[in-house]
């Protein structure tokens, strides 16, 4: 091989390496992005996988416990351990099983011979040893009454007719009995209309069909709009007003349950909003004159209200969310213990205004601390704080405002039961006769009033057709 062969040779072999080195260049950059990407998927699937290590449940945020996972640890309760033992206190009156004085009918028990030597004993006197009592309910048999009319023809010429009693409006009608046991087994008792058919044949004999007792519930509405409409005229006139909301499946469609209650009243009602819209068309009067008790939903801050008290069982909830995935911070433990603190300070007979001033300004100072930077969700959550921070420890300064809204929880709950009792309703109708006849239930029953007993004083009123 010659001197210029051996240089070509040479040349060849550079030229293969330069272009073999492209390639790995190329393959280089290649594996450089897929880096990069892969990456930025570690990254993201790392924070979707912290949610997994520390859920969101009932037990630290504002989630239903409908929505808490398979197999995760029960709702844990924000009370604290009060070191009494379980059970009755000391003092407490228990109650029991008792006589009557009056009963109604007495049996009376002697013996009729002598069991010893066989004398017939019925013309001895007979001496009073003992009683008990045996408490039962007697067979159930609907009652029919038949209205009959007359006509009586005066000697004057005039022919004098008689008027059905006001509510007989139907050759056969069911009266208000049995208006307000369906009313009180579909809206207190949850019951859905199949089950109400099946103990109403069960009991009493009544052949009922599923529309009937629609129709029943429809009528007992009717006539409780006059005191559905006092029970929202005596919230909208309330000082203080605590407020809630839920979602309702109508039929597949989401619909808004909304109420609004103080403490001798509840009003519930039905929207399609979610929104102010909502408020505005539910409580047309605005709250200027109201404290409103809510949670931290904007809708509630658009209005024009007198002030605003957030809901502390809300706060503590998250606040133990952020304990629980963030052990290291110490910002959110000591957020929680100055509202546990302030509660209990409220509890007491009286709260000085020098200790509410020092509650309020350690809140002051905490939430203009800095919080860890790493932690968005708790950045977001001080920046609430700020944002709300005259409407955290309102409930200090006036005693009618409740520190916390579980009276509106408890209000809008009783809509959730019916639907996981009944699945959903049928039509907008059907959710509103609910809440009509709920929000006079609920009120009798903050006023002290047996609910059946309302409702049944709502049937005797007389039919509007």
Known sequence: MNHEQQINELYDIVFNLIKELEGFKKTNAQLQNEIILLSQENQLLKQKLEKYRTPKNSGN??????????????TQSLRTPSGKKPGGQPGHEGTTLKMTNAPDTIQKHSPNYCTCCGEDLSHYQAHFIGHRQVIDIP???????????????????????????????TPVSYGPGVQSLVSYLSVRQYLPVERITELLSSLYGLMLSTGGVCYLLEKVKQKALPVYETIRQIVANGKVTGADETGVNINGKNYWAWTF????ATYIAIHQSRGKKAIDHIMP??????????????????????????????LLRELKFFTQKYPEDTW??????????????????ELSPQKSREITQTFLELIKEP????????????????????YVFAFLDNPNIPPDNNSSERAIRNFKIKL???????????SETYAVIRSVIDTAIKNQQNPYEVTRLIAILPATE
């Open 61 to 74: 945020s504002s989630k239903p416990p409908s929505s808490d996972l398979p197999k995760l640890q029960k």
């Open 285 to 314: 009067e605005g709250f200027e004159n109201n404290i409103l008790v809510t949670d931290c939903w904007p809708a509630y801050f658009k209005d024009n209200a007198a002030g605003h008290q957030l809901c502390t069982a809300h």
């Open 261 to 264: 209650q103080n403490t001798i």
């Open 332 to 349: 959110s433990p000591r957020f929680s213990e100055l509202i546990t603190s302030a509660i209990h300070e409220r509890k007491k007979d």
């Open 420 to 430: 996981k009792v009944s699945n959903f309703f049928k039509s907008p109708a059907g």
């Open 139 to 169: 067979p159930i048999k609907p009652i029919v009454t038949e209205h009959q009319l007359f006509e009586v023809h005066c000697r004057c010429g005039h022919n004098n007719k008689a008027s059905y009693p006001k509510g007989v409006v």
């Open 371 to 390: 919080v860890n930077q790493k932690i968005k969700e708790l950045i977001t959550f001080q920046k609430r704080m700020v944002k709300y921070s005259g």
